[in-house]
């Protein structure tokens, strides 16, 4: 059983910064390729970022590009998500996925997911 379980959400004023984590259960971790997607209210849930099996290929949303860093431990089972200069187009609930071997942009494609954490910028 995968579980992950996100953390580091809150309330931010726009401008600042917010770091999220995600840690993920099992002895495969390093054999996941992972994901953060963000869904507003009343949108579809987006891609933000994703990372590969061993963190040499990442991949930005054009809205978070230069803004947003995606990394990850893999000895500590963990990715992270560093934002800043948050704007308010950023609130959402952050959500972290994984999938074995490949990225893929597509929520559709990541079969494990994180339950989420609300991330709000006040303008």
């Known amino acids: 059983q995968v579980q992950l379980v996100e953390s580091g959400g809150g309330l931010v004023q726009a401008g600042g910064s917010l770091r999220l984590s995600c840690a993920v259960s099992?002895?495969?971790?390093?054999?996941?390729?992972m994901g953060w997607f963000r869904q507003a209210p009343g949108k579809e849930r987006d891609i933000v970022a994703a990372i590969s099996v061993g963190g040499g290929l990442t991949y930005y949303a054009d809205s978070v590009t230069g803004r947003f860093t995606i990394s990850r431990d893999n000895a500590k089972n963990t990715v992270y998500l560093q934002m800043n200069s948050l704007k308010p187009e950023d609130t959402a609930v952050y959500y972290c996925?994984?999938?074995?071997?490949?990225?893929?942009?597509?929520?559709?494609?990541?079969?494990?997911w994180g339950q989420g954490t609300q991330v709000t910028v006040s303008s």
């Open positions: 099992g002895r495969t971790f390093s054999t996941y390729a």
């Open positions: 996925a994984g999938r074995y071997s490949g990225t893929s942009y597509s929520p559709n494609q990541y079969p494990y």
